[in-house]
C-alpha cells in the first residue's frame, strides 16, 4: 500500500501498527498521525534500532499491508 494511503487511512490502522510495534504506545501512535518518518523515530526510540532498521521495518509493513476492498 502506498504512503498516502495509509496516512488516510491511519485512525483505522491504529490496531495494526499497535499488534506489530507493541512497545509504541497509544498516544505514540497517534502523534505519528500516520508521517512516515515520525513513524520511524518512534519505531527507533522505543526499540533502540538504528534509523535504517526502522524505516525498514515500516518499508515492509506498508508493502504488507493489503489495500481496502
Given at each position: 500500500m502506498n504512503?498516502?494511503?495509509?496516512?488516510?487511512?491511519w485512525p483505522e490502522l491504529h490496531s495494526e501498527?499497535?499488534?506489530?510495534w507493541e512497545h509504541l504506545s497509544d498516544v505514540e501512535i497517534q502523534l505519528a498521525g500516520g508521517d512516515r518518518e515520525r513513524l520511524v523515530e518512534r519505531i527507533k526510540t522505543?526499540?533502540?534500532?538504528?534509523?535504517?532498521?526502522?524505516r525498514?521495518?515500516?518499508?515492509?509493513?506498508?508493502?504488507?499491508?493489503?489495500p481496502p476492498s
Open positions: 504512503w498516502q494511503d495509509i496516512k488516510r487511512r501498527v499497535r499488534r506489530r522505543a526499540y533502540g534500532i538504528s534509523r535504517e532498521e526502522a525498514r521495518q515500516v518499508e515492509r509493513w506498508g508493502r504488507e499491508l493489503h
